[in-house]
C-alpha cells in the first residue's frame, strides 16, 4: 500500500473516530441527565416525526431542483429525473460512502461521462451548487437574526453566533455580488485572485466555475430563492422532530436561528456529512438561543439523531439506483477515486478539479 493510501487510510480512521467520540459524549451526557430514560417512558408523536420526515426529504428533493436548474442554464441537456438520480446517488455518497469520494465529486465526473466534452460545466454546475446553497444558509440566519434580535442578546454565546450568522451573510453577498454580477475577476483581477497565498488557486477555481453564469443572473436569483426555500423545509424537519419526542425545544422562529448554524456545523469534514459535529451544534446551540422556555442541555442530541436517521434513510434510496445502473456508477466511483487521489497529490487545476 503507497504511502498516500496509508495516509489517507488513516484520516478516515480519524474522522470516525472523532465523529463516534462526539456522539458517545453526548448520548453519555443525555444518559447521565436521565433524557433518555424519560424519553422511553415518554409517549411519542407519531405525526410530527412523520412531518419531520416529508420536511427533511422535500429539502433534499428542493436541492436537486436547485441543481437541475443550474445544470440547463449552461446548456446541458439533462432531464429533471436524471438529475434526481445523480442527486440520490451523490447523497449516497454523502451518507454511506466510506471512501474518498464525496458526493460533489462523484456527480461532476458521472454527469461528466454521461455527457462527453461537458466536464467544464459539469464541475462548474456543481461548485455554483455548493456555493449558492451556502449563501442561501447565511441568508436564512441573518434574517433570523435580525427579526428576532439575537445579536442585542445578553447571552454571550448567542450573541457571538448570532453576529458571526450577520458577518458571514454580508460577506457572503459582497463576495456573490462581486462574482456574479461584476467583471471584477476577468483579466487582470482574475489573476490578481489567483495568485493570492494561500487561497489563491480555490478562489482561481472558484472564478472560473462562476464564469459560465454570468449571463444567467435570473437563474443565479432563483436558484437562490430556491436554497433558501431548502433550508426553510430544513428548518421545519428539525422542529417537528424535537415535537415529535415532545421535548422542551426553541420556538419555530428560533429554530430559524438554530438550524442554520447546526448545518454550518455539518460542513465540518467528518464521516457522513459531520456526524457529531451536526448533532453537537444543534444541542448546543438549542439551549443558548431558546429564549421562550428553557431548553436543557443534552435533549436536543435526540432531534439531531432523529434527522440524521431520516437522512440515512433518504440516502438509502441511491441504493436502489446504484443496484440499477451498477456497472456504470463502479465505473464513475472509480474515476472519482483516482481523481480524489490526484487533486490531493498534485497541483489542482482552475476548471478541471473538483
Avoid at 440515512?312 to 434510496?317: D, K, L, S, T
Avoid at 445502473?325 to 480524489?340: D, P, T
Wanted: aromatic share 10%; hydrophobic share 50%.
Amino acid at each position: 500500500m503507497s504511502r498516500s493510501h496509508l495516509l489517507k487510510t488513516f484520516t478516515t480512521i480519524a474522522k470516525f473516530g472523532v465523529s463516534i467520540g462526539i456522539i458517545a459524549f453526548l448520548v453519555h451526557s443525555a444518559n447521565r441527565d436521565n433524557v433518555l430514560d424519560e424519553l422511553r417512558t415518554r409517549p411519542k408523536d407519531w405525526f410530527q416525526l412523520a412531518l419531520a420526515a416529508v420536511f427533511t426529504l422535500l429539502a433534499v428533493l428542493m436541492s436537486f431542483v436547485r441543481w437541475h436548474s443550474l445544470i440547463r442554464a449552461i446548456d446541458v441537456p439533462i432531464r429533471l429525473p436524471q438529475t434526481l438520480r445523480l442527486g440520490f446517488l451523490g447523497f449516497f455518497c454523502n451518507y454511506i460512502s466510506l471512501g474518498s469520494v464525496g458526493g460533489d465529486l462523484f456527480k461532476a465526473v458521472f454527469l461528466a461521462r454521461q455527457y462527453q466534452g461537458q466536464r467544464t460545466k459539469a464541475v462548474a454546475s456543481v461548485v455554483v451548487d455548493r456555493l449558492i446553497g451556502l449563501y442561501g444558509l447565511f441568508l436564512v440566519a441573518a434574517i433570523a437574526v435580525l427579526a428576532m434580535g439575537t445579536w442585542q442578546s445578553e447571552v454571550r454565546e448567542v450573541k457571538i453566533v448570532s453576529t458571526a450568522a450577520l458577518v458571514c451573510a454580508l460577506t457572503a453577498s459582497a463576495g456573490m455580488t462581486v462574482l456574479f454580477f461584476t467583471g471584477f475577476t476577468v483579466g487582470k483581477g482574475a489573476e490578481a485572485v489567483e495568485h493570492l497565498p494561500l487561497v489563491g488557486p480555490i478562489l482561481g477555481q472558484i472564478d472560473h466555475a462562476v464564469r459560465r453564469y454570468r449571463e444567467q443572473r435570473r437563474v443565479i436569483v432563483l436558484a437562490t430563492v430556491m436554497s433558501m426555500a431548502t433550508h426553510t423545509l430544513m428548518t421545519c424537519g428539525f422542529y417537528f422532530a424535537s415535537g415529535g419526542f415532545k421535548l422542551a425545544r426553541p420556538s419555530f422562529a428560533e429554530h430559524f436561528v438554530v438550524v442554520p448554524l447546526t448545518s454550518l456545523a455539518g460542513a465540518i469534514p467528518l464521516p457522513m456529512a459531520g456526524l457529531g459535529a451536526m448533532e453537537y451544534a444543534f444541542d448546543r446551540l438549542s439551549h443558548y438561543v431558546s429564549a421562550s422556555v428553557d431548553v436543557p442541555l443534552n435533549t436536543g442530541i435526540v432531534a439531531a439523531l432523529a434527522i440524521r436517521a431520516i437522512m440515512i434513510g433518504i440516502a438509502m434510496i441511491g441504493v436502489f439506483y446504484y443496484f440499477a445502473s451498477r456497472r456504470e456508477v463502479q465505473a464513475a466511483m472509480h474515476e472519482a477515486e483516482l481523481e480524489a487521489d490526484a487533486t490531493s497529490t498534485e497541483p489542482q487545476e482552475p476548471c478541471e478539479a473538483n
